[in-house]
């Protein structure tokens, strides 16, 4: 079990909690680089078929002996699943979509090896609140990975979160309960991940900077985005990733959720976050501290080092991931984001500001676009509209429960419906 006690936070503006463990916030009596945790650490996988989840099945591969998977989980790619099943063997596999009758016969089939199959959501929250797991990622896409990342944290959990939709939908709750049974959250988005090792002390930040590679469509003529097809969204220039958070860096609303995400995590107002376009995507973000100095994260990019960071941390050590070449130019550069070409962006700051039922509302809101635009029902340049019509009509609540934030969540998904229904 992790043990590791999180301190309280050090934030800005008082409400906001958040149960982060800064780097240098290891247990009294503990050196940094030991933890009072089982070894080897144990570790469940949530959505091990994903871009994510496949990354981290290599990372706990490549540290046997300190690391050893524990439980995973897939919603469909059943073929893929029982390939992983066999090769990395879990002690359980947990296949999330209990209805189809796919899964059914999953189910039916003999292991060859020890592990255990079990379908359900239900099935794998108990799984990953048993003692056989210290450490749960996240990789699950979408609000569909709230309730386990809220399970873990309330079973004292380290939550390696790769799923920022937990914290944009219900970032309040989250580190509630991360607070209350002394759960540490580790970040393993690679921006808040370069936050989480730059950040010496909240009190003494200007700001942050999240660093945005722009999309696939950055350079394209403003006049010509709405024309832009699947494909075209789907090409991005530096990261291979699932299809969703694609879109949602074509649109920029990936870094409209991470400034969302970077809010709750450092307990950072919106005011002293900024968003620079880095087309190289080596400087993973940046905090400016009152003195003007900048300090920074670089690598190549490659989600293993912050997964293995998120599994490993608070020790570092040898990792598969491409490492800079210091032999070889590279010119890194920034420059502003122009907010014309992304309108999405101005949507996570408002929700940063706004609190409440607002992440829920505009993830749903785009969780549900982004499957009509990946249906071709509508253009990408519509995904950033529905979801400012969706966020500015809905019904407020400042300090909702979780039942109203999936109420809000249901609400903005068929608002979408009906927004894309009414330019028919
Ligand atoms: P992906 O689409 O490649 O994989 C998603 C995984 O979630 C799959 O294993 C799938 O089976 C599972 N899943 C899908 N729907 C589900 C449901 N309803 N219930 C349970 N499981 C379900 O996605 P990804 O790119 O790996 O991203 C996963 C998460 O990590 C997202 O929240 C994303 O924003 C975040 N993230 C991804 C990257 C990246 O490089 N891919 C980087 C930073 C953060
Ligand atoms: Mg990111």
């Known amino acids: 079990m992790v043990t590791s006690a999180a301190k309280p936070p050090k934030t800005q503006h008082g409400s906001s909690v958040s149960s982060i463990v800064y780097p240098d916030d290891h247990p009294a009596d503990t050196e940094p680089g030991e933890l009072r945790v089982s070894v080897p650490r144990k570790v469940a996988i949530l959505g091990s078929t994903g871009s994510i989840g496949k ?41 999330t979509d209990e209805c189809n009758p796919k899964t059914h016969r999953w189910l039916s089939q003999s292991s060859p090896e020890s592990w255990h199959r ?8 108990q799984a990953i ?30 939550l390696a979160l790769a799923n920022k939709e937990s914290l944009v939908v219900a970032g309040e709750l989250l580190l509630a309960a991360a607070k209350k049974s002394c759960a ?19 009190e003494l930040v200007d700001r942050i900077i999240l660093t945005a590679s722009g999309g696939p469509l950055r350079d394209w003529p403003l006049e010509q985005l709405e024309k832009a097809t699947i494909a075209d969204a789907l090409a991005h220039p530096t990261w291979s990733m699932g299809r ?30 900024q968003v620079v376009i880095h087309p190289q995507s080596i400087i993973h973000s940046m905090v400016e501290y009152r003195d003007g100095s900048v300090i920074a994260q670089l690598s190549p990019p490659d989600m293993k080092l912050p997964i293995q960071y998120a599994l490993t ?38 929700v940063a500001r706004r609190r409440g039922t607002c992440g829920a509302v505009l993830n749903a809101a785009n969780e ?21 019509s969706v966020l500015h009509h809905h019904n407020f609540a400042s300090n909702p429960s979780l039942e109203e934030l999936l109420e809000q969540d249901l609400w903005a998904r068929q608002e979408v419906m009906r927004w894309n229904n009414s330019l028919c």
Request: hydrophobic share 45%; proline share 5%.
């Open 244 to 273: 969703k958070i694609t879109v949602d860096s074509a649109t920029m609303m990936n870094k409209a959720l991470e400034v969302i995400e970077a809010h709750w995590l450092f307990g950072i107002p919106a005011e002293q976050i």
């Open 184 to 202: 540490e959250i580790i970040p393993v988005d690679s921006e808040h991940c370069a936050i989480f090792q730059a950040l010496e002390s909240v």
């Open 368 to 388: 549900a676009a982004v499957e009509l635009f990946l249906q071709s029902k509508i253009r990408l340049t519509d995904i950033a509209k529905a979801c400012r």
């Open 129 to 158: 609140t048993g003692p056989e797991v210290d450490v749960v990622v996240a990789a699950i896409v979408g609000v569909a990975g709230l309730r386990s990342s809220l399970a873990a944290v309330e079973h004292g959990k380290r």
């Open 55 to 95: 990354s981290a099945l290599e990372v706990v591969k490549s540290h046997a002996g300190s690391l050893e998977l524990s439980c995973i989980s897939c919603h469909r790619q059943l073929d893929l699943f029982e390939q992983q099943c066999r090769e990395y063997r879990p002690r359980i596999a947990v296949v």
């Open 313 to 350: 941390y608070p020790t570092r050590t040898q990792a598969t991931a491409k490492r800079m070449d210091w032999n070889s130019p590279q010119a890194l550069t920034w420059y502003p984001v122009d907010p014309q070409r992304y309108p999405a962006l101005e949507l996570g700051f408002e």
């Open 118 to 125: 079990a379908a359900g959501e239900e099935a794998l929250i």
